[in-house]
């Protein structure tokens, strides 16, 4: 126990050193274009002091305004920022809060605002970028960076949460099911759905390799089925892949997610690191309710298995169940046994 | 899409001097000579016979700090010798949502015949493309800062400065 504690921890501290030394990168390279090529003549430096409007001068903005305009930046993407952390916070209360009624609210606002309004969601693009080193500028992508960061935040903390609220298109499948009958339902057999969760694996494995070969991220569409929300791409063999994607859906619940999600391997990877995790009683060695009920095929047995775990709160909700979870029966039989016992005395 | 990308590339640096000769006259149809590249900025000049018709330089070169989503943008940028702007060609991005923002002609198109003194802001005097504004707004930047930059080297900036 206290290895794997201790390998954690390290995994942990690995991650926040490599955060910090992108970081770093990031924030030099964001500043302003007047840190130029070394070597490079200084004589086009951008930020400069405030020159006095002259005959003969190109008078530029740049060179007018004598402040850095970080301000100026930040105001700019003041609303994109605030949606981005409002839509956040109803994401994680409703998470906090264990609400099917809020959980239900956050998915909506999922599909409309990140999905239908903002369409940038986080991506295996951005996978690929993290493999090549290429990520936006952080001084004008702060709303985008706000969200990578509490997807990467909350996966190490709690595992695919992203998955399971953020994610509009995870989000869309889930209010699919929510909708769809419950008879036309495929219920896939328990041993052929722990292998198909590998299938995600491979997908991640095969377009990593082919990114770093080809240095083309534009196999994205083929593994994704996110550009749904603008359509803009609308070749012959794309659409046929979406469009057997969703009718898929509609019987296999949450299909993509489950088993061909290459962002959700990823962020499956990472939630090996998992800080918080989902209780379990004794119990449940024995007990098979969450099992049942769980509709990510990711308890088996006494095991929560994190890669496949979105955080859906089902058996969590269980688990507090007073009149369902055995562990709240066996305690209410055991506390009235030795009531009656000191009855009788 | 692939294959054009591949193409493009391909072409690039294969086919040479060609597609560069073509690509300079899409920037200043009525040159006749180019000189060769230098300079610091590293520049073409386009000439009609003696007469200078302006500069030709990749965005790459001249803001070299700039990206988008997959890396920087490489666009190839054409410029008078009063400040205007004759046109860009995009040459080569790994951008994924480039196919749709930065690729169709009407984005080179609202560029030509802009002034280097204009504003170059997303959503003011360039059209915002939504779901593609981390390759729009990166693309807008490193076409303002190198116009700018090669204007401020090169060119003679107007003797009456600018009613703003």
Known sequence: MTTVRRRRFLIVLGLAAAIASAAGTLSATGSTQATSNVGQKPAFVLAQAPAPKEEGKWNFDEEEEAAPTWADDIRAQALDITLVAAFSALAFVSFFRKSVRLHYVSLVASVVYLGFYKSQLISIVNVFGLMGGNLPIFRYNLGWYLLAAITAISTVLWGRVYCGRICAFGAFTQLVDAIVPKRWRVNIPRAIERRASWIKYGILASVVAYFLITKDPLIYPYVEPFWMFGLHLRTPVLLTLLGTLLITTVFVRNAYCRFLCPLGAFLGIVSNLTVFRIKRWSECSTCRICEKTCEWGAIQGPRIVMTECVRCDDCERLYADTKKCPHHLILIRKADILARRAAQQ | ?164
């Open chain 2, 1 to 164: 899409m692939l294959s054009l990308l591949a193409a493009s590339v391909a072409l690039t640096t294969a086919g040479g001097q060609s597609t560069a000769d073509a690509r300079l006259k899409r920037l200043f149809p009525t040159a006749t000579t180019f000189s060769p590249k230098g300079g610091d900025p590293p520049h073409i000049k386009a000439f009609n016979g003696e007469t200078l018709l302006g500069y030709a330089f990749w965005t790459t070169e001249l803001s070299p700090l700039e990206r988008g989503y997959g890396g920087p943008i490489v666009i190839l940028l054409g410029m008078d010798t009063k400040g205007i702007l004759t046109g860009l060609v995009v040459i080569e991005h790994h951008e994924p949502y480039g196919d749709f923002s930065i690729e169709p002609p009407a984005f080179a198109a609202q560029f030509k015949g802009k002034d280097v003194r204009d504003p170059f802001k997303l959503g003011e005097d360039i059209d915002a493309v939504s779901r593609a504004t981390i390759t729009m707004s990166s693309a807008v930047r490193t076409i303002r800062a190198s116009a700018r930059r090669m204007a401020r080297s090169y060119l003679t900036p107007p003797s009456a400065s600018p009613s703003k």
